[in-house]
């Protein structure tokens, strides 16, 4: 599986979490890769949803968020979460805008988790910068 995010926009996320540490390139790499993952899950979840409505089309409410945020208040850019969401669901199905923004949003929350706990992972093993070992070991601890 290709990574089809973009690393600075996740770049972005980790720092805005991570305070005064740097950030590793592997990190929001291994970020990126994770988030890529969740999200394919998550669009396939929402298929079935779609499947049982009778429907071909992802909607916002398939992916069971109550309203949509506005898109210029993202980080992720929203291109490549469509195609994130089509990495397990293919194209059999549409993705409306409203639920590549709905998806984009989950995935933003996400990261910031993820980017919010792999800090203080870096500050507890007393370093200055988020390595991909620290969201490796999010995920070994928490997932």
Do not use: C, W
Request: hydrophobic share 45%; no cysteine; charged share 35%.
């Amino acid at each position: 599986m290709s990574v089809e995010l973009p690393f600075a926009p996740v770049d972005t996320i980790i720092r805005r979490n991570a305070g005064d540490l740097r950030v590793s390139a592997d990190a929001a790499e291994e970020l990126a890769h994770r988030i890529q993952v969740h999200g394919a899950e998550l669009a396939a979840d929402a298929a079935e949803r779609a499947t049982a409505d009778g429907r071909k089309t992802l909607m916002a409410e398939d992916f069971e968020v109550e309203q949509v945020v506005d898109k210029n208040d993202l980080t992720l850019p929203v291109a490549p979460v469509d195609r994130i969401a089509r990495l397990d669901i293919g194209d059999d199905y549409r993705v409306s805008m409203n639920a590549r923004i709905a998806l984009a949003d989950i995935l933003e929350d996400y990261a910031d988790n993820v980017a919010k706990a792999a800090a203080v992972l870096a500050r507890h093993a007393d370093r200055r910068t988020v390595k991909a070992e620290d969201i490796e070991t999010y995920f070994e601890l928490f997932e």
